[in-house]
Every structure is written in C-alpha cells, then in structure tokens.
C-alpha cells in the first residue's frame, strides 16, 4: 500500500514538473510555428542549417536542443524574451530571443555546454514546412 501511494505521489510530482516547465516557455515564440526552419551565423558552418522543428520553444534552448533542460524565464514581451536554462551535467545557457516576424527570429545565446563556453548569434528564419518524407525532429 505504502508503495502504491509512494508511486501515485512520483507521477503527480512527475505532472506538475511537466505542467510548469510548459509554463516557462516564452510566450514570445507562441507567434513561431513548427516547420522548416534555417539557421545562419553558427559557429563553423559555412553554409546555412536546415531543420526540421517540431517545438519552437526548443530555440529558447538552442545550443542544448534534443537535451533536458529546466527553463527559467526572465522577460518575456511580445516580440522577445530573455530565457536562462540549466541542463543537468550537459551544461546551462543564457538566451535572448527577438522575434522579427513569425517567420523570423534572432536567438543570442551563451553559457557551457558540454564543459566548455559558447557564445553566438544565430538568424533563424522559416523556409517551408517540413517534407512529408521526414520524420519531425525532437529539436
């Protein structure tokens, strides 16, 4: 009995965690839509990223995206918001997001990642929807 309690409490602690992390993303990016998107001024790329983004609250947690992460919003306007996020062991990062349009978006970010510092700009904009071949990205 004492572990079928102990169970019930773990899911709804589980829940409630999941319930105010949704409550943390920006409401900023709720004018963004899942789609393609493309990423120009990443560190080493010469050429522009192509992704497929099914989570557009994943940009507030660009360098950790595909990672858990906690997120802690510190402003959040219309058009922009300013995020501070902490993944576990994986690192912690510091971003601010402008949204241009809604299919354009600024994203300055820094922290660690993987032990090391990052720091950057990227300019993400939306291309298209996703090709229907493609499964949509967890990022």
């Known amino acids: 009995m004492k572990r079928l309690k102990l169970v019930g409490f773990t899911a709804a602690v589980a829940v409630g965690a999941l319930t105010l992390m949704a409550a943390q993303r920006p409401a900023a990016l709720a004018q963004l839509a899942p789609g393609l998107w493309e990423f120009s001024g990443l560190p080493g790329a010469k050429v522009p990223l192509r992704q497929c983004v099914a989570d557009v609250s994943s940009f507030a947690t660009f360098e ?33 997001l402008d949204v241009i349009t809604p299919r354009s978006l600024r994203i300055e970010t820094q922290g660690v990642s993987d032990k090391l510092p990052f720091s950057y700009v990227v300019q993400a904009r939306r291309v298209g929807d996703c090709p229907a071949t493609a499964t949509a990205s967890r990022h």
């Open 64 to 96: 950790h995206r595909g990672r858990s992460c906690s997120l802690n919003v510190i402003a959040d306007r219309a058009s922009s918001a300013v995020v501070d996020y902490s993944c576990g062991g994986a690192g912690f990062g510091h971003s601010k």
